[in-house]
């Protein structure tokens, strides 16, 4: 069985250009969650989907951050436009979502990127 | 607030025990979850331990709780090169919110 797939592993960009980056997770997860994973730090979330919904992008940057999940299986996360710090690494995860039960998230290789 | 902290870094020689200590804040905490990225890599779950047991072993990995002084760790017996990675303590206290810590850093040496 795959596990989740994002794309593309490494971007490098010039400040104040558009980046987005996707995610395929695993077949018949409904919870879907995007992390920003600072250097040297643990994954910070940025939004949680279930479905198609996002129930808690309350640490998503929104006035340069934006993301869809279309139909309830693929994402994608935007940051339009891109400053210096907002270098780092981007896990998108995902699990079964079977409320409050032991909830094991399984994550992708991350998108490196590099804004300069 | 919710916060988990470890130590950044462990060096240990192949063949000896590591362990791996954090701490959280949250006493609400239901699950605790130890985690492993190897380089270039996601995290992947390694082991769990529900806040009502004291310990649990798998295979070399021995996790205990210390539920009164908030104190999760890790041990690997025997450890690897293959066991060097960063390890993340995470707390999860239900609606799907999972606090993830700094994580710590193994370095085995030959």
């Known amino acids: 069985e795959a596990g989740v797939v994002q794309s593309p592993r490494y971007k490098i960009i010039e400040k104040k250009q558009p980046v987005a980056f996707w995610c395929n997770p695993i077949?018949?997860?409904?919870?879907l969650y995007w992390y920003r994973q600072n250097l040297g730090q643990g994954p910070e979330l940025l939004i949680r989907?279930?479905?198609?919904?996002?129930?808690?992008d309350s640490q998503l940057p929104k006035d340069r951050f934006s993301a869809e999940r279309l139909k309830g299986v693929d994402s994608t996360l935007k940051i339009q436009p891109a400053e210096l710090g907002d270098s780092a690494v981007y896990l998108c995860?995902?699990?079964?979502?079977?409320?409050?039960?032991?909830?094991?998230?399984?994550f992708g290789p991350g998108t490196r990127l590099t804004v300069l | 607030g919710e916060d988990v902290e470890q130590s950044l870094f462990l060096s240990v020689r192949e063949g000896d025990s590591s362990v791996i200590n954090c701490t959280y804040t949250?006493?609400?905490?239901?699950?605790l979850y130890w985690y492993k990225q190897e380089p270039g890599a996601g995290l992947q779950l390694l082991t769990y331990?529900?806040?009502?047991?004291d310990m649990k072993q798998d295979q070399r990995l021995t996790v205990l709780l210390n539920k009164k002084d908030k104190h999760l760790s890790l041990r690997i017996a025997d450890t690897q090169t293959g066991d060097s990675a960063i390890y993340f303590c995470?707390?999860?206290?239900?609606?799907?919110?999972?606090?993830f810590g700094a994580g710590t850093r193994l370095f085995v040496k030959a």
């Open positions: 995470a707390e999860y206290t239900g609606g799907f919110k999972t606090i």
């Open positions: 077949s018949g997860h409904n919870t």
């Open positions: 989907y279930e479905n198609e919904e996002a129930v808690d």
């Open positions: 949250d006493s609400s905490s239901t699950y």
């Open positions: 995860a995902s699990s079964l979502g079977l409320g409050g039960l032991h909830n094991e998230q399984f």
């Open positions: 331990i529900f806040s009502n047991m």
